[in-house]
């Protein structure tokens, strides 16, 4: 689960909302101040998206972004452009969605269903069809 990973790394993770102030379009924020990491999530979100959310803004964690772009549904797609976005977006992807585990369900155990292999791991659709393309599974 990607909120217990950050925190096992020592990453604040705190929701926000709209009603709290937050920017409504915003999906999470990552931000370090003097070696005290925070990553923000919007808990209107639905769930697979906070999960991408989480593990996209560790992403920017490991990759030493001090402060990060705030990041909207934008970002996430596959238009992203900025390569800091890009390089969470891999890093997210892989995180969830492991090649090895991955080829292993569609190769092996012959799990072709999207929907399944999304269910599975807790990802959307559109994240896990990406996944597939990625690795050239798709």
Request: aromatic fraction near 4%; avoid cysteine.
């Given at each position: 689960e990607p909120?217990?990973?950050a925190k096992?790394?020592?990453i604040e993770v705190r929701p926000t909302n709209p009603f709290d102030g937050s920017n409504v379009n915003e999906s999470g924020h990552y931000m370090n101040r003097n070696?005290?990491?925070?990553?923000t999530y919007n808990s209107l979100?639905?769930?697979v998206r906070q999960r991408f959310t989480i593990a996209h803004e560790i992403g920017h964690h490991v990759h030493g972004d001090v402060d990060a772009p705030r990041?909207?549904?934008e970002q996430?797609?596959?238009?992203a452009?900025?390569?800091r976005e890009v390089a969470a977006n891999r890093f997210a992807a892989a995180l969830l969605m492991p090649a090895a585990l991955v080829k292993h369900l569609v190769l092996e155990q012959r799990v072709t269903d999207l929907v399944k292999l999304a269910k599975t791991f807790g990802v959307s659709t559109a994240a896990m069809e990406f996944r597939l393309?990625?690795?050239?599974l798709l």
């Open positions: 909120k217990a990973i096992a790394m020592g070696g005290r990491p925070l990553i979100d639905v769930p990041d909207t549904s996430f797609s596959a238009r452009r900025d390569p393309k990625a690795i050239g």
